[in-house]
């Protein structure tokens, strides 16, 4: 068994819930934060049989789409240890997934 931690954003997670469990795959949901915007999002994790990898990838691909996002970002002014920043808008490419795929040792329920 493997074990597929999926980073999505919040906008795309009922409907890959709702596809995942329709396919019979067991999900937990999770709500996250973004450590660069500073933004929720979703992390799901996902116990898969190692034949049915593809098949959830696959499903994530399909629903998780990629989005512009403006966030942001601050620069110092004044020079080093004045200790004034401006911020100024940038616009980053967020999505459509981040996965990690893990090897399980044991899958256990008690
Ligand atoms: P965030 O950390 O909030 O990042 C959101 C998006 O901001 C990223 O999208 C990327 O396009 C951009 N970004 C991140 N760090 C940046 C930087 N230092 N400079 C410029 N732009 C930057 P994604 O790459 O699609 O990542 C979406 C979310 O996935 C991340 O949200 C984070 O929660 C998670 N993630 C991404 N890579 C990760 C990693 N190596 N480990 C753990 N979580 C990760």
Known sequence: MKLIIAVIQDEDSSRLLSRLMKQGF????????????????????????????????????????????????????????????AAYPVEVTVGGATLFVLSVDQFLKI
């Open 26 to 85: 067991g999900v937990t949901k999770l709500a996250t934060t973004g450590g660069f915007l500073k933004a929720g999002n979703t992390t799901l994790l996902l116990g898969v049989d190692e034949e049915r990898i593809h098949e959830a990838v696959e499903i994530i691909e399909s629903v998780c789409k990629s989005r512009k996002q403006v966030t942001a970002a601050s620069t110092s002014i004044g020079g080093m240890n004045h200790g004034d920043y």
